[in-house]
């Protein structure tokens, strides 16, 4: 009897799966209908453009003319790796004088002048 409860849910775990892979599907068809998506389909898969308008390849390092599915970034979008302000860093080197940390030996206590050699 477990076993085929088991069953039973694995089966309306199917159904279920292929209802949302049907309904997916409708979808889909529908947005075909609409001339608007079949144009950006027909420029985005094939590099279809309109009369008048003037088509651009971007070329990689390579040589090579890039691959459709690969996308240029924004450059608005991308964050640059920026610095500290120089206010920063000065404010930092005042808070390291108050509290130094020392990875090295510890300082000495005394600091003598080197021994001249006589000729």
């Known amino acids: 009897h477990l076993e085929q409860q088991r069953q039973i849910e694995s089966l309306q775990e ?6 949302a892979a049907i ?3 409708q979808r889909e068809k529908r947005r075909w209908k609409d001339d608007a998506y ?3 389909q027909a420029r985005k898969r094939f590099g279809f453009v309109m009369p008048g308008e003037t088509s651009y390849q971007v070329i990689g390092r390579d040589g090579e003319p890039l691959a459709p599915e690969a996308s240029l970034t924004d450059p608005g979008a991308v964050e640059e790796d920026v610095d500290d302000p120089w206010w920063e860093k000065a404010w930092g080197t005042v808070e390291a004088a108050g509290d130094p940390e020392h990875d090295g030996p510890a300082p000495a206590e005394e600091i003598r002048a080197p021994r001249k050699k006589r000729p």
């Open 23 to 25: 309904e997916d599907l």
């Open 38 to 40: 079949v144009e950006t």
């Open 14 to 19: 199917s159904i279920a799966s292929s209802e």
